[in-house]
Each structure stands twice: as structure tokens, then as C-alpha cells.
């Protein structure tokens, strides 16, 4: 990358230290950092002793095989008895585990929603394992979750993990092709799913997409045996919505078992789950995780990112269909035995402000969001969650991509009041924890940069040849130690699993995480995003987050997403498809060339982008993340390709439609 082209988000300057009352009673001090470099292995070991073990671990990391892990070998325990079972039998049943705030919201703005405390959650959880097992399922066998937002969807989890039969959850807004492809893949038994869930307030079906799916199973030569169902909408599932001999009621089995469940311990090493990922084929990676590395990795850092105390609320708006959900709403929040929000609905539905209302009213003091929700708020206007007191709030969270500077400036001015550290966390599926992110008592924060890899965890920026790029330059993000929460392979694919992370820097035995980065001048680092959307126009390398970040830096822009096109003269040339707020109405009539002059100005002429296109909408994953490859197909003028993992797929007709009209 050019000098030039770095300047725009090295020249960032602000900086916020830690709150002096939060910094004076933080959970991890700066010496953390030190300790866990001398000592990896013992650091982690002390983190994993945050767990209740049934039998202690012989040896913290067995790395004689790489890249195949074993974390706290020999070690046994059960991860929902230490979600579940330890905090009542410490005396803290009565703690609240979930606020549920789900929808249907009544005339009077009241939504169904109750309080689930630790000891509530035992019960139900034991009833389901209970009936899991009635079911057919043993250890070891697969089980997938397709639900709606709902307290059966965390109980169904935790109920999997008791027996010691790994999940698969598949996000409720996903096709029953989708389904079909992971249920075969892992040979799920069971699946567990409910009638619909509440869509802004409307009931939308998922069973029938259940039902579909079990047919394109059995089309692949896979049986799914029995399908548990929460009736969750009540809505009707039709004269051949339903199979006796497959399909079974969660009100008439869970609701009516055993309350008494004596939780198994399991090897460490035992399958947790398998999470589905996309990665450069069309075929979805089974990431395989297991039980007591991947629950060490989680409960220390929801504790230590978030600063987590006995009192807080804490609340992540993720879905449980995504990692996130799975390692900040499930493993890693119950593991601390914290109290959390569930919300089942959308962030806008039934009134703009739905979610500030949530956290005045639960009095939320950590909140974990994405970049991409906070962009779309800012697009609303800060009346909407300035009309609520949110003084509760005292940590914000960021994840999923790189948090553009004016964006992470909006949210910790307008959501936290200028009190709150944000912290940008990076991490992915395949990582399992929080990798690399300021601490909020212990490092300063930069709008932008997700800071320094916690303690215990290594990470560097390296060219093609694995040599460390140094301060101020650009190449390739990669973990360069073993940690407990890593991945250890693609379920049934061990060569995948070499291949696709470790084989790049094979030598060195790093892992490659696919994503572009660099490290100012400070040494702190900056994620650029995936490798594949760096740019090089004419010989210069660009990120597609540098030039989207210098966009929404402009008044009238709301939401921006870059692609570096084909280009006969420069390579790739900078495409740029843009969002107004609403304020700015149509921009006026030179707005293009307004924006391409912003762009010029605050990164330099070589990032002015050759096409700007006013979009009502961008094209979104389910995830949020901003499906770049669909714009390429746009501004290369091709015919847009594969939309099946699109949140609305209408959104490409909008967008090639808007075009070609000339708006
Ligand atoms: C947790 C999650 C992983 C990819 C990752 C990177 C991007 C996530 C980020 C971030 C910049 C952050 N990403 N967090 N980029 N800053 N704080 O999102 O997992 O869905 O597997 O995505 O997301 O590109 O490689 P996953």
C-alpha cells in the first residue's frame, strides 16, 4: 500500500482513555499483557480454572500435530452444567439469566417477554435434554436449531451441550436449501425448529422450510429422524404440515419431562458444535468446535473485553444463528453467569427507536452491536435515540467489520454520552473468541483501529512471504500462536482445513485469517477487511474501508460500499455505491462529482472513485455484512450473480434498476 493511500487513517488522532472509574476498577490490569507473553500456557490455564472441571487437564496445549489442537488435555466438564448448574448451586439461582423482550407488540407498546432466571433456566434446560434423549439422540450425534429468536432457541443449545451432542444452528432467515446442505453435511438426527417466529410484528413460518428441507435431505440419502417443534406463533401448519411419526411437540415433551437431568462430563476435546461459514467456494464450511478450550476462550473474554461485573445487563443484538450469538449470548455470557436482554425483534419495529427503548427500560450498561446497525442509525438522526436515557450504557461494542472513524465517534458520542469506551472487536467464526481489541480500563481507544490482540493472544501483519510489514505498512493479518478457542478443523474435511488457513504460511505455523491489515505508526492495528477487497489502481494498493470511511465522512453520506472494478487503463478502478441520509434528499444536482471530490480530498486523487452511484439500498448478507461481490458484478457491468445468501435479494433489482435509469 502507498504511503499516500495509508495517510487518510493513519492520520487519525483522536484517542480516548479508559474513564478513570472504570480504568481504577477494571477487571484486567496492564499487566496482563505481559504475564500472558511469558507465560501462554500458564495465563490460559488460569483462565480455564473460571470453569468448573470434573476431572483436571494433564497438559494445558497439546500442538504436537499441528494444525491439529488439543486444549486442557485429559481435562473433563460439562458446558451447560458450567452455564447452567454452578451459578444456582452457588446460590445465585434467582438471578435473572434473560430478560426475553420478544414481539408480538400490543396497542399499549407492551411486547410478550418474561425474566428467566439461572434456576428457571436449569429446569428447562434438563427437561430438554431429557427429551432429547427420549428422542433417539446420543453423544455424538448431531442435532441442527433452526429458530426464531426465542429462550427455547439458547435451551435447545445448552440442552445439546449437556448430552454431549454437538449443534448446528442455521439462522432462522436461511433458505431450506441452505438447511438441506448443512443437515446432510453433519448427518444432523434431530432438528429442532418452531411453527414461525414474528417478523415486525407479523408471524413467518419456518416449519415449512423444515419439512422442505427433510425432502431435499432425503433426496441426498440422509434421514433426519425427528423434528422438535415450539409453538411459538401458533400459526397453521396445514393438512400436510405435520408427520406423526417425525414431527413432535416441545409443549407436549419438554414442557411435561423430567426436570432431574444429571449432566455427563466430557473429554475437552469433545465436538461442541459445528458452525457453517462461507468461504471462496460455494460450499459452507462446517467450523468444528469443542468444549473446554472454546469455553475457556469465551467466558475469559466476554469478561475481560466487556469488563463484566455481577450487576451489569448486558445485551448483544446478534442472532444465535451466527458465531457471535453463539460466543456472546450463549457460551461465553452463561459461562459468567451474567444477566443478559434476548430480543427477539428488529431494531426499527413497531418505532424507530425500538432499541434505545429497550435498553432505557432494562437499564443495559454493555452493548455489543455491528457497524452496520450503527450506520443505519445514523442515518435516522440522533433525535430518535436522544428522546431515551441511556446513562446505563457504560461499555459499547463493535464486530463484524471494520468500524468506520465517524461511525465509531457517532456511538460513543450520541449512544454512550461520551462516557463509554468502545470496543472494536476482531474476530471470526473459525477464531472463537475475541482476538484483537482494546481493553476498556487498561488501553485508550482510536476510532477505527481494533488496537492490540488481548493477552494471551498473538497476532501479526505479514507480507507474502510471512516476514512481519513493521509500522506503517500493509499485508496480511495472521495469528501467530495457538489459542483455545481456535477452530480445530472443517467437520469431515481436514484437508480443507489445512488448506484454507495454515498451508499460505505452513513453515512458520501461522494462521491465515483472510483479512488485509496494517499497523500505524503507534504499532496499533487497523483491519482493512477481506484480502480480497483490496484494490491496486494503477500499482497502488486501496482498501475498500479507507475510501468507504472517507465517503461517510461527508455530511450527506449515510452508508457507503466500495468495489474496485475492471479497468482497461488503471487495473481496477474505485466504484462506489452510496447511501444519502435522509436530510440530504437527492444530494442536488452535482452530487456525484461532490462526493468524488471528497473523496480526492481526504485520501488523495489516486482514490477518487471513477463511478459514484446513488443507491437507495446496499446489498446485504443476512449478517450484515455488505456482499461486495454482487456491486462488482454491477459496476463491471456483468449480470449480478448468485443472491441465495442476500437478507432481501430484491435489493440487487433496486440497485441495477436504479442505475440503469440514471438515478
Ligand atoms: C465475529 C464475526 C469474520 C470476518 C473477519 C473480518 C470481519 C469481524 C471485525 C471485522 C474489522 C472488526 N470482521 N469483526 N473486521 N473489524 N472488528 O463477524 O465472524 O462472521 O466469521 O466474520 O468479519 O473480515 O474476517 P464472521
Not at 443484538?317 to 449470548?329: L, M, P, R
Request: aromatic share 8%; proline share 5%.
Amino acid at each position: 500500500m502507498s504511503d499516500e493511500t495509508l495517510s487518510n487513517l493513519l492520520k487519525e488522532d483522536r484517542r480516548f482513555e479508559p474513564p478513570a472509574e472504570l480504568a481504577a476498577n477494571a477487571n484486567v490490569t496492564a499487566e496482563a499483557y505481559a504475564a500472558a507473553e511469558r507465560d501462554p500456557e500458564g495465563f490460559w490455564a488460569e483462565q480455564a480454572g473460571r470453569l468448573d472441571w470434573a476431572t483436571p487437564w494433564e497438559r494445558v496445549l497439546n500442538w504436537d500435530d499441528p494444525p491439529f489442537a488439543k486444549w486442557f488435555e485429559g481435562g473433563r466438564l460439562n458446558a451447560a452444567y458450567n452455564c447452567v448448574d454452578r451459578h444456582v448451586e452457588a446460590g445465585r439461582g434467582d438471578k435473572v439469566a434473560f430478560h426475553f423482550v420478544g414481539e408480538p407488540v400490543d396497542a399499549d407498546g407492551h411486547a410478550d417477554g418474561r425474566d428467566i432466571t439461572y434456576a428457571e433456566l436449569k429446569d428447562l434446560v434438563s427437561q430438554a435434554a431429557n427429551t432429547l434423549t427420549d428422542l433417539g439422540v446420543q453423544t455424538g450425534d448431531r442435532v441442527a436449531i433452526y429458530m426464531p429468536m426465542i429462550p427455547e432457541a439458547v435451551v435447545a443449545m445448552l440442552a445439546c451441550a449437556r448430552i454431549g451432542a454437538p449443534h448446528t444452528v442455521v439462522f432462522g432467515g436461511f433458505s431450506s436449501d441452505a438447511l438441506a446442505s448443512r443437515l446432510e453435511d453433519c448427518q444432523a438426527r434431530v432438528v429442532v425448529t418452531a411453527d414461525g417466529g414474528y417478523r415486525r410484528g407479523a408471524p413467518s413460518a419456518l416449519k415449512p422450510a423444515v419439512d422442505e428441507a427433510r425432502a431435499k435431505a432425503a433426496d441426498l440419502g440422509h434421514t433426519v429422524e425427528k423434528v422438535l417443534v415450539v409453538r411459538r406463533t401458533g400459526q397453521d401448519l396445514g393438512a400436510d404440515g405435520w408427520d406423526d411419526g417425525v414431527d413432535v411437540w416441545w409443549h407436549e415433551s419438554v414442557d411435561t419431562a423430567s426436570t432431574e437431568h444429571t449432566p455427563e462430563a466430557f473429554d475437552a476435546e469433545h465436538p461442541l458444535y459445528v458452525m457453517y461459514t462461507s468461504g471462496t467456494t460455494g460450499k459452507p464450511k462446517g467450523i468444528l468446535h469443542t468444549t473446554g478450550g472454546y469455553l475457556t476462550g469465551a467466558a475469559y473474554t466476554h469478561w475481560a473485553v466487556f469488563d463484566l461485573k455481577p450487576d451489569d445487563v448486558y445485551w448483544c443484538t446478534a442472532d444465535i444463528g451466527w458465531v457471535t450469538g453463539h460466543s456472546y449470548i450463549v457460551y461465553g455470557p452463561l459461562a459468567n453467569g451474567a444477566t443478559q436482554v434476548l430480543y427477539e425483534g428488529t431494531p426499527d419495529s413497531p418505532e424507530k427507536g425500538r432499541w434505545w427503548q429497550i435498553i432505557e427500560e432494562k437499564k443495559v450498561s454493555i452493548f455489543y452491536t455491528a457497524p452496520t446497525a450503527i450506520r443505519s442509525f445514523m442515518k435516522q438522526g440522533r433525535e430518535i435515540p436522544d428522546a431515551r436515557d441511556l446513562s446505563s450504557l457504560r461499555v459499547l461494542g463493535s464486530v463484524g467489520e471494520p468500524i468506520n472513524p465517524e461511525a465509531y465517534v457517532w456511538y460513543r458520542h450520541v449512544i454512550g454520552g461520551d462516557r463509554t469506551p468502545v470496543v472494536d472487536t476482531w474476530w471470526q467464526t473459525e477464531t472463537g473468541q475475541i482476538m484483537i481489541s482494546p481493553l476498556p480500563g487498561v488501553t485508550h481507544g482510536k476510532p477505527g483501529s481494533a488496537m492490540i490482540p488481548i493477552p494471551g493472544i498473538s497476532a501479526d501483519v505479514v507480507d507474502e512471504e510471512g516476514r512481519p510489514v513493521g509500522n506503517g505498512a500493509g499485508g496480511y493479518l495472521v495469528l501467530t500462536k495457538p489459542w483455545p478457542a481456535m477452530l480445530r478443523t472443517i467437520w469431515g474435511d481436514d484437508e480443507r482445513f489445512k488448506e484454507t488457513y495454515w498451508s499460505r504460511f505452513e513453515k512458520l505455523g501461522y494462521y491465515f485469517a483472510g483479512d488485509g491489515a496494517k499497523l500505524d505508526d503507534d504499532g496499533d492495528l487497523w483491519v482493512l477487511g477481506r484480502v480480497d477487497d483490496v484494490m491496486n489502481v494503477s500499482g497502488h494498493r486501496l482498501s475498500t474501508t479507507e475510501i468507504e470511511s472517507a465517503l461517510v465522512s461527508h455530511p450527506k453520506v449515510a452508508e457507503a460500499a466500495v468495489v474496485g472494478a475492471q479497468d482497461e487503463d488503471t487495473g481496477q478502478a474505485v466504484c462506489a455505491f452510496v447511501i444519502l441520509r435522509d436530510e440530504a434528499g437527492d444530494g442536488g444536482e452535482d452530487i456525484v462529482e461532490e462526493l468524488r471530490a471528497h473523496v480526492r480530498k481526504e485520501i488523495g486523487p489516486i482514490a477518487k472513485p471513477r463511478q459514484v452511484m446513488i443507491v437507495a439500498e446496499l446489498p446485504k448478507t443476512r449478517s450484515g455484512k455488505i456482499m461486495r461481490r454482487l456491486l462488482r458484478d454491477v459496476a463491471e457491468n456483468r449480470e449480478v450473480g448468485d443472491v441465495t445468501t442476500l437478507a432481501d435479494s430484491s435489493v440487487m433489482d433496486l440497485i441495477s434498476s436504479g442505475i440503469s435509469t440514471g438515478k
